[in-house]
């Protein structure tokens, strides 16, 4: 089961096959084009060879419908590849479903951690449900890693000091390799892992074999209030956190920002980077106080306070 080595990775996630069209287009399209300059220059070096009464290229004026013809017929197959491949990665990277399972992701050297909602910790495993869409927010600890799942055709940076997201939706049980697709040091090539993709009640007995632990929001919650945040929020000296999340914010300096998870960090960490309208500077950084497992914890908590739910879970 996905041990062995292929050189076309099975398609098991539900975009795996639009990835593989764009790909079989590209790959008809220089197939084609190679062949067919190929056979042209094998035919124009026989028919225009040197010979008795032949000795000399003539010079021969411009053509200018031959010219327009190919500049247009390459500048139309780029352009078809470029909406085709924009759509995709637009797909990809912008529309998580909304009801889609958020799996928080650290990649550091040279492992994966990942937190299910419910609290649930794994390394270098991911257990997944088929069948429905699994949203990733991932960080690095450390260098640049890249979180990559070849049978799900999905590849993201995962990059110290931000979040990035991708999402997939596994499409048929099994194990799937998951690799670190970005130079990270001398073990990269080891930090590899496996997403294993359950059916629906298979990963719903995984979930609850594995239950002797509290949702991250509730860590969450427990960190507010030990960091001292709660003295502070929803008072006078700083905004409430409720129904925050997803919202955009009124900023000091006039603009406006959407309170993503990544907006969330920043603000733990850069107070005064992105100050809310109406409160002063006064929040300490916690740079350096906080692991990037707490501080997931903290974006699971803010987001649970969301007033109206996003549906799914
Ligand atoms: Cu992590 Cu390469």
Redesign the pocket.
Known sequence: MGSSFRIWPEQASTIAGRVDGLYGFLIAVAVFFSGLIFLLVLYFAIKYRRRPGNMRAQQVGTHNWLEMTWILIPLALTMVVFVWGARLYAMVMLSPPANSLEVYAI????MWKFQHPDGQREIDELHVPVGHPVKMTMT?QD????FYVPAFRIKMD?VPGRYTTTWFEASKPGVYHL???????T???R?RGRVIALAPTQYEEWLSSNRAVEPMATTGAHLFQQMGCALCHGTALAPALEGVFGSSVQLQNGATVLADEDYMRESILNPGAKLVAGYAPIMPTFQGQLSEEELTQLVAYIKSLRQKPAGGR
């Open positions: 990649g550091k050297q040279w690095s260098a640049i890693h890249s995962v690799f670190c697709a970005e130079y990270c040091g073990n990269h090539a930090m």
